[in-house]
């Protein structure tokens, strides 16, 4: 009998944010994925790995589909993502605002609410 393959962290996103991840990337990157149950478990992560394997999205994409569903409340620093180098602080910010765009006008395709959702850097 064929073992049945594990859910994929994504099913756990806010619908709009699952399908918005599906149609971009198709899948989720191994440390995408563990990053993910650890953050969903509420656990404080440090996540290594090499330039292009999803690490922005991996400490992210949780806290947006939290904001988007409403299950944590606006108003509140709810991620704190320290980066070692000061001259990525702006590519990550980038690298955020294109995915938070592209989330707010799916959700309003759909008629539903976006949140407030800032980005902001300090050095």
């Known amino acids: 009998m064929p073992s049945k393959k594990p859910e994929s962290m994504c099913s756990r996103f806010h619908p709009v944010v699952q399908r ?19 953050i969903a478990a509420g656990e404080h992560s440090l996540i290594t790995a090499a330039t292009g394997s999803g690490k922005t999205l991996a400490a992210f994409l949780w806290a ?12 509140r620093t709810r991620v704190l993502y320290v980066s070692p180098l000061k001259a990525l602080n702006n590519d990550i910010r980038r690298n955020l605002l294109d995915p938070l765009e592209e989330l ?5 395709e ?11 850097t300090r050095s």
């Open 20 to 38: 918005w991840f599906q149609v971009k990337f198709k899948r989720p990157t191994e440390i995408q994925e563990k990053a993910w149950e650890l």
């Open 64 to 75: 947006i589909s939290q904001l988007a569903s409403g299950e944590w409340e606006l108003g």
């Open 104 to 108: 707010k006008s799916l959700f309003e």
């Open 110 to 120: 759909d008629g539903l609410a976006w949140p407030d959702i800032r980005v902001m």
